[in-house]
């Protein structure tokens, strides 16, 4: 047990865990590279799900995710070990260090428990997260909430960018409201998510896909348009205004508060190391 | 602006780094500090013209990476300089150039935003991230320069430290803007798999000074290799972001 222990806190593992994370993610960038569009299905899919559905088929293009994972779990367990066994090594000799370099010490070991916080939270997203996407017409009803809700679109307002403007013809903003049968107003816009009894509520644009039946679609360089992470073309209204579709991207992410309280610490905290050691080091070079 | 669409402003900041870099490699390192600012600052000019670009101001062409990148490595130059005016802040300058030349030929339009490229998380997203990365290339610089950590006066660790600090915040101001705009904190496309994979390696980086057998030496190796796996993730980016419809150039 206790040569397990240690090999778990082992820095060498933790340095060859990062390698072979850093491979994984690296070949997945290369496949995403090569079908966009079928990994971004996985982005509001729930892990489990699209590999149970894709891991046989297409296991030649995705076999790189479960290594990922293999790696990014045994990455968490050794985290956990370090930065268990350097603390309890630290609170040993609290009484022999000044206050302030005693939390300087401690630091990294905070950093990397939150960075385990990190890893978590994405996991529960990846797997607990649910993305729900509802077309957006006026006058159309649409159910939202976790408890489903009826509203109906009262108004969609684009807001373009100036006639003067290069950009002109093209959205900058829109405004949706939606109206509950009381009649009260929720409204919505781009950048800016509403929480709704529990659900997140934001506004996205995706290509009509009942259109592009009768259009071919919109190509750059003889490559369909969802072939790109960029969707510049489908906000230009004009003149390709039936190939868009506004929706509603209705998100439960349970892990989303884990990863944004732990980034937000974490960044806080490592600057202060850095500034704290640096300081240290610069005092050190004066006397 | 009256520099907006006026690349001749560009091409003369690009001029005045490369004629600093020849005046600190004839070792008029005085010249060369002065030059660096005169051409920080006619690029800094270009680059806020940027912003006009589409007509209509937007920060996003301003924070555009391929423009940034030379602008950033040329301020690291700056700070070492100010901190050590004898010191060797002038290899640096060879990036700049190289970054920069690459800027000349780059497409100066801009890919019109989306709405949810609309925002302030985008410079606090591409300004570290483009920091980070001019950082990783001056370690990577620096390591050379040593003669692979022989010259133990060209640090090119905290260089490095400090990319890792910068990249980090990049994350951070990436997850929250990418939540806003397409509802996820990480998304599976290639950007953020090879964003995350850089940010993996620079952490492995941060650990070989725990591994007794990693010497100054085998430190050196990794961060060139580092800097050449950015190299070829960041400029690969650049080039796809060339396919897309630009306006203004």
Redesign the interface.
């Known amino acids: 047990m206790i040569t397990l222990w240690r090999a778990l806190g082992s820095l060498k593992l933790a340095f060859w865990l990062l390698i072979g994370a850093t491979a994984s993610l690296f070949t997945g960038s290369l496949y995403a590279n090569q079908d966009y569009s079928f990994f971004s299905t996985l982005n509001e899919t729930p892990l489990h799900i699209w590999l149970a559905a894709h891991i046989k088929s297409d296991f030649d293009i995705i076999w790189w995710l479960p290594v990922l994972f293999i790696f990014m779990t045994l990455l968490g367990f050794n985290i956990f070990v370090c930065a268990l066994n350097r603390m309890i090594r630290l609170l040993k000799k609290r009484k022999k260090m000044a206050g302030n370099r005693f939390f300087v010490k401690l630091m990294p070991s905070i950093i990397h428990f939150l960075f385990l916080v990190i890893i978590t939270g994405h996991f529960i997203t990846f797997t607990l997260g649910s993305w729900q996407r509802t077309p957006l017409n006026i006058g159309e009803t649409v159910y939202i909430g976790e408890k489903p809700v009826a509203m109906t679109v009262q108004s969609i307002k684009h807001q373009y960018f100036p006639e003067h403007s290069g950009l002109r013809g093209r959205v900058e903003q829109m405004q949706v409201v939606l109206t509950d049968e009381r009649g009260r107003e929720l409204p919505l816009s781009f950048l800016k998510p509403v929480s709704f009894d529990g659900t997140m509520l934001q506004l996205d644009m995706r290509p009509n896909k009942q259109k592009a039946v009768d259009q071919p679609p919109l190509q750059i360089d003889g490559k369909d348009i969802n072939e790109y992470c960029n969707k510049a073309h489908i906000y230009h209204v004009q003149p390709q205004k039936a190939d868009k579709q506004l929706t509603l991207l209705s998100i439960n992410d349970p892990g989303l508060y884990l990863i944004l309280w732990a980034f937000t610490a974490i960044l806080i905290l490592m600057t202060w190391y850095f500034v704290s050691v640096a300081a240290a080091r610069s005092k050190a070079k004066h006397f | 602006m009256i520099t907006t669409g006026r690349h001749e402003i560009l091409y003369i900041g690009i001029l005045l780094f490369a004629v600093s870099m020849v005046f600190y490699f004839c070792r008029a390192r005085k010249t060369a500090f002065y030059i660096l600012i005169s051409g920080l600052l006619v690029y800094t000019l270009y680059l806020l013209g940027r912003g006009w670009?589409?007509?209509?101001f937007l920060i996003n062409p301003i924070v555009e990476a391929p423009f940034l990148l030379p602008w950033c490595i040329g301020m690291i130059a700056l700070v070492k300089g100010i901190l050590n005016r004898e010191g060797d802040w002038g290899i640096l300058l060879i990036g700049t150039v190289m970054a920069s030349v690459f800027a000349m030929f780059y497409a100066k339009g801009i890919?019109?935003?989306?709405?949810?490229k609309?925002?302030v998380w985008v410079p606090l997203f591409f300004v570290p991230e483009v920091m980070g990365h001019a950082l990783f290339f001056c370690g990577a610089l620096y390591a050379v320069a040593s003669g692979f950590g022989k010259n133990k006066d060209m640090d090119f660790h905290n260089l490095i430290?400090?990319g890792f600090?910068f990249y980090?915040?990049s994350?951070?101001t990436g997850?929250?803007w990418c939540?806003?705009?397409?509802?996820?904190?990480?998304?599976?496309?290639?950007?953020h798999?090879?964003s995350?994979?850089i940010w993996?390696?620079y952490?492995?980086y941060i650990?070989?000074r725990?591994?007794p057998g990693f010497t100054r030496r085998g430190k050196a190796w990794f961060a060139l290799a580092g800097g050449l796996?950015v190299l070829y993730?960041g400029f690969s980016g650049y080039l796809h972001?060339l396919?897309?419809?630009r306006?203004?150039g």
């Open positions: 670009v589409g007509g209509v890919i019109p935003p989306t709405p949810n609309l925002t430290i400090w600090v980090s915040i994350q951070v997850a929250v939540y806003l705009g397409w509802g996820n904190t990480f998304r599976w496309s290639t950007r798999m090879a995350a994979a993996t390696l952490a492995a650990h070989l725990f591994l796996i993730i972001e396919r897309f419809p306006i203004g």
